[in-house]
T-cell receptor, first 116, second 117 residues
Framework: AQKVTQAQTEISVVEKEDVTLDCVYE???????LFWYKQPPSGELVFLIR??????QNEISGRYSWNFQKSTSSFNFTITASQVVDSAVYFC?????????????FGQGTELSVKP | SQTIHQWPATLVQPVGSPLSLECTVE??????LYWYRQAAGRGLQLLFY??????ISSEVPQNLSASRPQDRQFILSSKKLLLSDSGFYLC????????????????FGAGTRLSVL
């Protein structure tokens, strides 16, 4: 069975601190995609990144970086020099490439609170 | 560019009343469409998805149904709401399979917050 675990329910940091959000996934498929979404207080899920299972290169986008390690089935997300606007719930998700319809399997989310 | 619209944004309904939530997508053709529910506690659960007009797949047996009367319109319905139907409902779209399996980023609407009292 496929599963995504985000063990950190809530994280609170002070502005400018670095913070890492953990994501561990389970799947027997060799081909799959991993995603991160941000859900600000307004509720809409905002797409952040997609990574396929064959590409283990880490990615950096501004203050955001992602560390994909297939050996440990982890896809962690780091925010450098956090800002108040980063406060949101962050979801990690898994999708099998041959899954009819493209169902996303979400983790339970991590609520990040960045205090000034 | 593509946009997704969901309405209403907020809805308060009595138990036993009907429900109709609508979602439309602009700027693309033959998208895959999805309905998710986010209950208290944040978990997102896929309810229905559709890969074409009139084609609906249900992920979880429940009190709700979905329909896709037009290519870019997806409707979530119920004949009689239950208290347990309360939650935040999100519609999403992605490029259909004809666009390539790799094109599978799901883009979400702003959601509908439903309270059943």
């Amino acid at each position: 069975a496929q599963k995504v675990t985000q063990a950190q329910t809530e994280i609170s940091v002070v502005e400018k601190e670095d913070v890492t959000l953990d994501c561990v996934y389970e799947t027997r498929d060799t081909t799959y995609y991993l995603f991160w979404y941000k859900q600000p207080p307004s509720g809409e899920l905002v797409f952040l990144i997609r990574r396929n299972s064959f590409d283990e290169q880490n990615e950096i986008s501004g203050r955001y970086s992602w560390n994909f390690q297939k050996s440990t089935s982890s896809f962690n997300f780091t925010i450098t020099a956090s800002q108040v606007v980063d406060s949101a719930v962050y979801f990690c998700a898994l999708r099998m490439i041959y899954n009819q319809g493209g169902k996303l399997i979400f983790g339970q989310g991590t609520e990040l609170s960045v205090k000034p | 560019s593509q946009t997704i619209h969901q309405w209403p944004a907020t809805l308060v309904q009595p138990v036993g009343s009907p429900l109709s939530l609508e979602c439309t997508v602009e700027g693309t053709s033959n998208p895959n469409l999805y309905w998710y529910r986010q209950a208290a506690g944040r978990g997102l659960q896929l309810l229905f998805y559709s890969v074409g007009i009139g084609q609906i797949s249900s992920e979880v047996p429940q009190n709700l149904s979905a329909s896709r009367p037009q290519d870019r319109q997806f409707i979530l319905s119920s004949k009689k709401l239950l208290l347990s139907d309360s939650g935040f409902y999100l519609c999403a779209w992605s490029i259909g399979l004809a666009g390539g399996l790799a094109k599978n980023i799901q883009y979400f609407g702003a959601g509908t917050r439903l309270s059943v009292l």
